[in-house]
């Protein structure tokens, strides 16, 4: 089964409105990296957590990587019509084999205007 | 700066026939990866590769699958012979070291009636 989930699976929000995407890892993960796919397009990488508790923000994005290291969460403030896409988490660790990259299900956004 | 350069775009093909995807990495980068994208499974890791060597291929799904690495500027993943549950985009991607971003690369779309 998906070692790597994202909750929810679909978000249709209005335009202005916050959203937040969840990603939660069947095991610690090493590290969590957040890509942003669009429609017809592909993955492109946002941001790369490393450390326990850690935050970063890029203008609207705000991203968390939780204290056990097993979860994460992307949250846009005042979303725009270019936030529309499908927002993936991605993580390693040892249990994944290789230390493999694993993709989370993706969250897919959209934007009423 | 080129990206990852992925060939064809578009491919439909008859059940039975063999299909190639073919990629060129970043220059420079060491790490290629292959993955996979289907509404049912998201995004699968099939094989990735460090300097020309495969490291794991144990997401490629049977041997109807076979990916090469000739050199450090191309890649192809063959599927012989394909079958209709292998309709998916294609995703080539690299990377500069194995826990960094992934570049990926615009993806084959793969139609096997």
Sequence with gaps: GQQVMQIPQYQHVQEGEDFT???????????????????????????????????KKQKRLTFQYR???????????????????TYFCAGRS???????LTF?????????P | DAG???????EVTEMGQEVTLRCKPISGHDYLFWYRQTMMRG????IYF?????IDDSGMPEDRFSAKMPNASFSTLKIQPSEPRDSAVYFCASSLVNTGELFFGEGSRLTVL
């Design chain 1, 21 to 55: 995407t969840y990603c939660n890892s069947s095991t610690t993960l090493s590290n969590i990296q957040w890509y942003k796919q669009r429609p017809g397009g592909h993955p492109v990488f946002l941001i790369q957590l490393v450390k326990s508790g850690e935050v």
């Design chain 1, 67 to 85: 204290e056990e290291k097993k979860n994460s969460s992307l949250h846009i403030t005042a979303t725009q019509t270019t936030d529309v896409g």
């Design chain 1, 94 to 100: 040892s249990n994944f084999g290789n230390e493999k």
């Design chain 1, 104 to 112: 989370g299900t993706g969250t897919r956004l959209t934007i009423i």
């Design chain 2, 4 to 10: 990852v350069i992925q060939s064809p775009r578009h």
């Design chain 2, 43 to 46: 995004l699968e890791l099939l």
């Design chain 2, 50 to 54: 460090n300097n020309n060597v495969p």
